[in-house]
């Protein structure tokens, strides 16, 4: 057990809907990243926050949004969903701001999004 | 920008089979190396990491050396398990993020 929750586990939606994703880190870790998991494009970094501000940006969307509250858990927002969107999206967390030697990413088991 | 590039799957061995995963990557800097393992309907767990050149990881019969000189963290394992199929990745870190590879799934058979 990673320490990391992710809820829901599943989530199925229509296009054009938008759904929020749920992440509660590990007890003492700081800092949320996000991924997307899709069988084609292995695993895709979203964005991270570190104690409640957004620290790194990678491939995400216009339409998705992201925010880590005072308590440090974080939230996915993905709206106007589109077929493609389907995929697993992952939460990882960290002590530090970065994912140094010493301080690897502990990671959710993931939320499966299906957009049909 | 910093990048992993890894041998694309899948690799299927048999029990007791010799395993070797290439990992390659490109940085500016001094990033730590990991390798990451996903059991089927599971999230990444880390397996093994190395923070400078000539380190080795390891971890559960799995390692790995950071080459600098050939920008390389290969995992290897010299008899694999059943147990071991999964998908691995291999991730680097810098100041900015950790950017993983694409992911090498490994099916080990009786």
């Known amino acids: 057990d990673s320490g990391v929750t992710q809820t829901p586990k599943h989530l199925i939606t229509a296009t054009g809907q938008r759904v929020t994703l749920r992440c509660s880190p590990r007890s003492g870790d700081l800092s949320v990243y996000w991924y997307q998991q899709s069988l084609d494009q292995g695993l895709q970094f979203l964005i991270q926050y570190y104690n409640g501000e957004e620290r790194a940006k990678g491939n995400i969307l216009e339409r998705f949004s992201a925010q880590q509250f005072p308590d440090l858990h974080s939230e996915l927002n993905l709206s106007s969903l589109e077929l493609g969107d389907s995929a697993l999206y992952f939460c990882?967390?960290?002590?530090?701001?970065?994912?140094?030697?010493?301080?690897?990413?502990?990671f959710g088991n993931g939320t499966r999004l299906t957009v049909t | 920008g910093d990048s992993v590039t890894q041998m694309e799957g899948p690799v299927t061995l048999s029990e007791e089979a010799f395993l070797t995963i290439n990992c390659t990557y490109t940085a500016t800097g001094y990033p730590s190396l990991f390798w990451y393992v996903q059991y089927p309907g599971e999230g990444l767990q880390l397996l093994l990491k190395a923070t400078k050149a000539d380190d080795k990881g390891s971890n559960k019969g799995f390692e790995a050396t950071y080459r600098k000189e050939t920008t390389s963290f290969h995992l290897e394992k010299g008899s694999v398990q059943v147990s071991d199929s999964a998908v691995y990745f291999c991730?680097?870190?810098?100041?900015?993020?950790?950017?993983f590879g694409a992911g090498t799934r490994l099916t080990v058979k009786p």
């Open positions: 991730a680097l870190s810098d100041d900015n993020d950790m950017r």
């Open positions: 990882a967390s960290s002590v530090e701001g970065t994912g140094t030697g010493n301080s690897p990413l502990h």
